[in-house]
């Protein structure tokens, strides 16, 4: 595997192997790499001939009270986990690399981005638009892997892809679940004992919904109302429940493609999750604790 920190020499690399005719997968992470993280490499494998993982924590997604000092960090596991995965290419750029200078243009997506983690996290989108977009520009991939536990963000992807025309596929790939139903997430390394048993509210309450539409409930009200009410355990704070389309637009009426997405906090952390009602929670590929 090749460690490449800075941007030209990885550029090179993308273009010396594209001058051979390989075609070039992209996961782009912020380390700490998990099962999760290792099931897009394997999906990005699948759909090209090299593989190229990024690790960087970019500061442009964190708001000024946010974890941007606190997040996990051991470049040291990740790069282990990476070599044993059979990535070609491992990407480390530092923050003075990426943003030698105050970022004056930005990718901002406007009121789409303003819903649910937007309205949260205001500036956040941009942040990520920003950084994946210069990411795009560096590796130049043909296809890159995101998961879809950050289902917002997937599908701001897709449309900074579709509307700023990117040469690159985008695949989403499914979210990665523990035994116990818990979406794999970097984050789930601040939850002590307590909170990490908390924390299945999320993944419960995403299963009461699918099983109240299944059951012939279609009214989005209703069904956002179950979710809600089954997100509630000892130091759970619910911040939302909504139905929405791959468009981020609230649905009048719920259908298989309707996606239900959740967010809650539990002490100083914050999680996501989300379902396609139509794939279903238990549908979603598991890991052993």
């Not at 990411?135 to 892997?145: G, K, N, Q, S, T």
């Not at 679940?177 to 309450?205: F, H, M, Q």
Request: hydrophobic letters at 45%.
């Amino acid at each position: 595997m090749r460690e490449i920190s800075s941007i030209a020499e990885m550029r090179s690399w993308s273009r010396a192997d594209r001058s051979h005719r390989h075609t070039i997968g992209f996961v782009p992470t912020m380390g700490f790499l998990h099962a999760g993280h290792l099931r897009l490499v394997d999906r990005a494998r699948e759909l090209a001939q090299r593989v190229v993982v990024s690790i960087f924590v970019n500061p442009l997604q964190f708001g000024p009270h946010e974890d941007l000092s606190r997040y996990p960090r051991d470049l040291p596991r990740d790069r282990k986990l990476a070599e044993e995965r059979g990535v070609d290419c491992l990407f480390v750029p530092d923050a003075a690399a990426m943003y030698p200078g105050e970022p004056l243009v930005r990718a901002v997506p406007g009121a789409i981005a303003d819903t649910l983690e937007g309205m949260a996290r205001p500036g956040h989108f941009t942040g990520v638009l920003t950084v994946v977009a210069k990411l795009f520009h560096i590796v130049e991939p043909d296809v890159a892997v995101f998961g879809r536990k950050d289902f917002q963000q997937a599908m701001l992807v897709r449309r900074l892809v579709r509307d700023l025309d990117f040469p690159v596929t985008l695949e989403i790939a499914p979210t990665v679940r523990e035994l116990d139903g818990l979406a794999l997430s970097s984050r789930n390394t601040y939850l002590n004992p307590d909170e990490r048993r908390s924390a299945l509210v999320l993944s419960r309450a995403l299963r009461a919904l699918e099983q109240a539409w299944r059951g012939g409930e279609a009214d989005p009200v209703k069904l956002q109302r179950v979710g809600l009410e089954t997100m509630h355990g000892p130091g759970v704070i619910p911040e939302y429940c909504a139905l929405i389309d791959e468009d981020l637009q609230a649905v009048t009426r719920v259908t298989a493609r309707t996606v239900a997405v959740v967010a809650a906090r539990l002490g100083k952390t914050r999680l996501i999750d989300n379902v396609v009602l139509g794939e279903g929670v238990g549908a979603d590929p598991r890991v052993t604790p």
